[in-house]
């Protein structure tokens, strides 16, 4: 019995449950053979329903994300081209630093299915499973000076905030700098990584991931109260190659605006997506913590905070508290 030949009896099955006996007598194999099959087919990102009494039930099949199903729906000019998809990687970031320091062109793309590594900001680690979100690195050669790089991490989520907000139709906003958040759980993480050369920036990677398809039971318990994903909060699951590829087309179009007018209408994008601006909290900065309301962004792309005690200060690394 071969992997699709289990698959195409829960597909023909569909919401219906498969008893192991079953299974068994038309596949003409052991009921363990079965449940291992079953097991193998859920490391590959398919989540099955189990009842004593009943049977198996399929739940939810990953989608395709290889490089044909992105290329047929992807509008941009450069960003994705070329794209590298990998079954798995120990982070996506990893493999484009490579092509990076190869020369490889601005706009280049790796996207894997999961990270076994995939790194969070902050030494953090980031949890990105087989067949359900979207893990991916985009090499970026801005000619900007090196001061601008906050700039790009805002601009990548104002272009990931409005495509998925778009294209899922929930209500995501943006906690400064860069989490997307759906009532205050993160959906999605950027990390940027650059090197630099002389005050100039050499390059970017501009690492994404995005919690697409992951159930609960994809988290461990006490992620669960600050992370969530699309699906979780949507109760639908989504399809990742065309959610990757409107995002890329936001980006493509933000970031010639950009660099082509400023910074200052990406500013006014980001303000309006905002879910901090205008809240007292607490931030924690390298120099310590302190109670404030962030009002605005600065021309560099800092955050503009008003202290308890009346004094504006501005930030340019902090960690927003309730
Ligand atoms: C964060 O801490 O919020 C940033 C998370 C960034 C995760 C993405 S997944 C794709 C890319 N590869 C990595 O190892 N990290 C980034």
């Given at each position: 019995?071969?992997?699709?030949?289990l698959?195409g009896?829960?597909?023909?099955?569909?919401?219906?449950?498969?008893?192991?006996?079953?299974?068994?007598e038309?596949?003409?194999v052991?009921?363990?053979?079965?449940?291992?099959?079953?097991?193998?087919?859920?490391?590959?990102?398919?989540?099955?329903?189990?009842?004593?009494?009943?049977?198996?039930?399929?739940?939810?099949?990953?989608?395709?994300?290889?490089?044909?199903t992105?290329?047929?729906?992807?509008?941009?000019?450069?960003?994705?081209?070329?794209l590298?998809?990998?079954?798995e990687?120990?982070?996506?970031?990893?493999?484009?630093?490579?092509?990076?320091?190869?020369?490889?062109?601005?706009?280049?793309?790796?996207?894997?299915?999961?990270?076994?590594?995939g790194?969070?900001?902050?030494?953090?680690?980031?949890?990105?499973?087989?067949?359900?979100?979207?893990?991916?690195?985009?090499?970026l050669?801005?000619l900007v000076?090196?001061?601008?790089?906050?700039?790009?991490?805002?601009l990548?989520?104002?272009a990931?905030?409005r495509s998925?907000?778009?294209e899922?139709g929930?209500?995501?906003?943006?906690k400064?700098?860069?989490d997307?958040?759906?009532?205050?759980?993160k959906?999605?993480?950027?990390?940027l990584?650059?090197?630099?050369?002389?005050e100039?920036?050499?390059?970017?990677?501009?690492?994404?991931?995005?919690?697409?398809n992951?159930?609960?039971?994809?988290?461990?318990?006490?992620?669960?109260?600050?992370?969530?994903?699309?699906?979780?909060?949507?109760?639908?699951?989504?399809?990742?190659?065309?959610?990757?590829?409107?995002?890329?087309?936001?980006?493509?179009?933000?970031?010639?605006?950009?660099?082509?007018?400023?910074?200052?209408?990406?500013?006014?994008?980001?303000?309006?997506?905002?879910v901090?601006?205008?809240?007292?909290?607490?931030l924690?900065?390298?120099q310590?913590?302190?109670?404030?309301?962030?009002?605005g962004l600065?021309?560099?792309?800092?955050?503009?905070?008003?202290?308890?005690d009346?004094?504006?200060?501005?930030?340019?690394?902090?960690e927003?508290?309730?």
């Amino acid at each position: 019995m071969s992997q699709n030949e289990l698959l195409g009896l829960f597909i023909k099955n569909e919401g219906q449950y498969v008893s192991g006996a079953l299974a068994s007598e038309v596949l003409g194999v052991s009921r363990t053979a079965i449940w291992k099959s079953i097991r193998k087919l859920e490391s590959a990102g398919y989540e099955f329903e189990a009842s004593t009494k009943l049977g198996y039930r399929l739940l939810f099949q990953p989608d395709k994300l290889d490089e044909k199903t992105i290329q047929s729906l992807l509008k941009t000019e450069s960003f994705g081209l070329p794209l590298h998809y990998r079954d798995e990687i120990d982070s996506t970031q990893n493999a484009v630093r490579e092509l990076a320091e190869e020369g490889v062109a601005e706009g280049v793309v790796v996207i894997a299915d999961m990270q076994q590594a995939g790194r969070g900001r902050m030494g953090r680690s980031w949890l990105a499973p087989r067949g359900k979100g979207i893990w991916m690195s985009l090499l970026l050669r801005p000619l900007v000076p090196i001061h601008c790089a906050p700039q790009l991490t805002l601009l990548a989520a104002v272009a990931l905030c409005r495509s998925l907000r778009r294209e899922t139709g929930l209500d995501i906003g943006i906690k400064w700098p860069n989490d997307l958040l759906i009532n205050g759980k993160k959906i999605s993480g950027i990390l940027l990584e650059s090197a630099a050369e002389d005050e100039r920036l050499k390059y970017i990677i501009a690492g994404i991931g995005i919690s697409v398809n992951m159930s609960q039971s994809d988290y461990p318990e006490e992620l669960l109260e600050k992370a969530t994903s699309l699906r979780i909060a949507s109760g639908n699951s989504f399809n990742r190659a065309q959610l990757l590829t409107a995002f890329l087309l936001e980006w493509e179009t933000l970031y010639k605006l950009y660099l082509e007018t400023g910074f200052q209408s990406i500013a006014a994008l980001w303000e309006s997506l905002s879910v901090s601006l205008g809240k007292k909290m607490e931030l924690t900065t390298p120099q310590g913590k302190l109670i404030g309301v962030p009002i605005g962004l600065d021309g560099s792309g800092a955050i503009i905070v008003k202290r308890d005690d009346g004094e504006v200060v501005t930030l340019f690394s902090a960690e927003m508290g309730e």
